[in-house]
Every structure is written in structure tokens, then in C-alpha cells.
């Protein structure tokens, strides 16, 4: 079983920069794909970034060039730095684990991002 918790969220201004972490525990992280993803009220689920065991990394075209993930695996943690924020990116923030056929969510951190 493994645990995932996020922290990081919270309120920031149109261009203001986040960044999110998502600490696992209970299992061999650096095997794991991670990712980030989001959900803002009304809509579906989405991926904004993940990244490999191996460190490729895989990007939503609405965060390429502004959002970077990145993993220490001996910290067991991913993070996902959030530059140039916009309105657009206001959702509650998941952390993802996978590794077939195991799949791990945490509990979602909230990102404001006020006009």
C-alpha cells in the first residue's frame, strides 16, 4: 500500500509562482511513475504532468514552458514547480502513483489563482 499526501497549494496572483509536493510512503518509489493532476469545479480530471521512473517527462500542452515536474527519489517526493500562473490553472492539484497494475492517489491540494 502506499500513501501519497500533497502540500503546497494555496492563493496566488495571476504570474506568481507555486510549488506543489507530493511525499509517498510504503512502497519503492523511484519504480513508481508519478504525475500531477488537476480538476477545477466543473470538469474532468486532467494530466498536467508526469514523469517516469526513468525521468522522461510528459507535459499538458497548457503548462509547457511554465510548469516543471521533478522527482528525489531518495526523498520519495515529486514536486511540480508552477511559474506564470493564470486563472485558467485554479483547480485542486492530485498526486498520481503508478505502477501496473497498482495506482495511488493522494487526497488533492487546492491552487487559487486570483486575477
Known amino acids: 500500500q502506499v500513501q501519497l499526501v500533497e502540500s503546497g497549494g494555496g492563493l496566488v496572483q495571476a504570474g506568481g509562482s507555486l510549488r506543489l509536493a507530493c511525499v509517498a510512503s510504503?512502497?519503492?518509489?523511484?519504480?513508481?511513475?508519478m504525475g500531477w493532476y488537476r480538476q477545477a469545479p466543473g470538469k474532468q480530471r486532467e494530466l498536467v504532468a508526469a514523469?517516469?521512473?526513468?525521468?522522461?517527462?510528459n507535459y499538458a500542452d497548457s503548462v509547457k514552458g511554465r510548469f516543471t515536474i521533478s522527482r528525489d527519489n531518495a526523498k520519495s517526493t515529486v514536486y511540480l514547480q508552477m511559474n506564470s500562473l493564470k486563472p485558467e490553472d485554479t483547480a485542486v492539484y492530485y498526486c498520481?502513483?503508478?505502477?501496473?497494475?497498482?495506482?495511488?492517489w493522494g487526497q488533492g491540494t487546492q491552487v487559487t489563482v486570483s486575477s
Open positions: 514523469m517516469s521512473s526513468g525521468g522522461s517527462t
Open positions: 498520481r502513483g503508478n505502477l501496473y497494475p497498482a495506482e495511488y
Open positions: 510504503g512502497s519503492i518509489f523511484s519504480a513508481y511513475v
